[in-house]
């Protein structure tokens, strides 16, 4: 079975940093690309980012550029996002999921990802 398993959350302050975690199992990590999302209270689902399957190529949302980082280590079927100078804005709860066709290179949308993570909290004070 396909498991996706989030770590890392928690609170910290504006302009901290966190490192999320997605451990993944069950499929062949290394030929999909893998997304991160985030749902505020009230909100729908935001792209937050995505990462292709080997690991070159990266992209990210207006909102968190220049900021948030994706990286990938394939040998430990494992996906993270750094997130650095944290706003308050960030505070939601973030997902990793995991691109519906191997080897895509440009999902974006949450339609695009069929696995899915249960999410970590991430909350940010001013």
């Known amino acids: 079975q396909v498991q996706l398993v989030e770590s890392g959350g928690g609170l910290v302050q504006a302009g901290g940093s966190l490192r999320l975690s997605c451990a993944a199992s069950g499929f062949a990590f290394a030929n999909y690309a893998m997304g991160w999302f985030r749902q505020a209270p009230g909100k729908e689902r935001e792209f937050v980012g995505r990462i292709t399957w080997n690991g070159g190529a990266t992209y990210y949302s207006d909102s968190v550029k220049g900021r948030f980082t994706i990286s990938r280590d394939n040998a430990k079927n494992t996906v993270y996002l750094e997130m650095n100078n944290l706003k308050p804005e960030d505070t939601a709860v973030y997902y990793c999921?995991?691109?519906?066709?191997?080897?895509?290179?440009?999902?974006?949308?949450?339609?695009?990802?069929?696995?899915w993570g249960q999410g970590t909290q991430v909350t940010v004070s001013s």
């Open positions: 999921a995991a691109a519906r066709i191997r080897f895509w290179a440009v999902a974006t949308a949450p339609k695009d990802f069929g696995s």
